[in-house]
């Protein structure tokens, strides 16, 4: 099982970056797949959420209006387009795949993309 994170770097405020996710491995189109993260010396936060099939979304109130996820079953990738970043967004973002059978969980994690909002 890889989740390969790829888009991270430095942007100014209120400037935009779009984050990949590449996965395999797994059946990609049965999972849920989130965005976290964690910036220095705080806990890990999750970003949004994608349902297995895109129809649903879910946002941290944090990002809501500015961050969108979506996903490609085909390309087996999930995005996460942010816009108009805060300063306080800087973290890594890290990239989650999460499928719940009876009582069994599978829980996958990417190593995180580093992004820093700075001018």
């Known amino acids: 099982v890889q989740l390969v994170e790829s888009g991270g770097g430095l942007v100014q405020p209120g400037g935009s970056l779009r984050l990949s996710c590449a996965a395999s491995g797994f059946t990609f189109n049965s999972y849920v797949m989130s965005w976290y993260r964690q910036a220095p010396g705080k806990e890990r936060e999750l970003v949004g959420a994608i349902s297995s099939a895109g129809g649903s979304t879910n946002y941290a109130d944090s990002v809501k209006g500015r961050f969108t996820i979506s996903r490609d079953n085909v390309k087996n990738t999930v995005y996460l387009q942010m816009n108009s970043l805060k300063p306080e967004d800087t973290a890594v973002y890290y990239c989650?795949?999460?499928?719940?059978?009876?009582?069994?969980?599978?829980?996958?994690w990417g190593q995180g993309t580093q992004v820093t909002v700075s001018s």
């Open positions: 989650n795949a999460r499928r719940y059978l009876g009582s069994t969980v599978n829980n996958y």
